[in-house]
């Protein structure tokens, strides 16, 4: 095995930890979740913040499936393809596609905070957003620099 090979299998099995315990939370954690909050909240302004929390699952495990294509591209030495600029895309494109289902969220959130005189729930709001932002400015600059590489390398495949 080589060394590149052991830090992807380590980031493999990160990404799969990841996307056992977001399955987990939920499978179980949100359930649980919703139960209390139809108690403290009975006029089903938890619902929408549910459905959406379920919904920003759907993008975050495509964008999981998406690294593991890329980690695989990396093992077979295909990091500089078009294929990995598309990985980077898509990734980019679930990151932002999460941060504007809980942006949508917000506003629900801040009447479940004020009502419970909770302002952490908030800030939890504000985390995911932010983070799905740096996901995709990151995944946004690193695609530019892959496509300008890939770019680089096939021009320069052209004049030798």
């Not at 080589?2 to 315990?21: P, Y």
């Not at 078009?82 to 679930?94: G, Q």
């Not at 801040?110 to 799905?132: H, R, T, W």
Request: with cysteine; net charge neutral.
């Amino acid at each position: 095995m080589k060394r590149e090979q052991g830090s992807t299998i380590f980031l493999k099995g990160v990404v799969f930890l990841m996307g056992i315990a977001v399955l987990a939370l939920c499978i179980f954690g949100l359930p649980g979740i919703a139960n209390e909050a139809a108690e403290h909240y009975p006029e089903l302004v938890y619902l929408p913040v549910l459905i959406v929390v379920y919904a920003a699952a759907i993008p975050f495990f495509f964008a999981l499936h998406q690294t593991l294509k890329l980690l695989n591209y990396i093992d077979k030495n295909k990091a500089f393809s078009d294929s990995s600029v598309k990985a980077l895309k898509n990734i980019k494109n679930c990151a932002i596609t999460i941060s504007i289902l809980y942006v949508a969220v917000m506003p629900l959130l801040y009447l479940m905070a004020q009502e419970d005189d909770a302002p952490g729930i908030v800030a939890l709001g504000l985390v995911f957003i932010f983070a799905s932002i740096v996901i995709a400015v990151f995944a946004a600059v690193l695609q530019k620099l892959l496509k300008n590489a890939i770019d680089i390398k096939s021009e320069n495949d052209l004049t030798i």
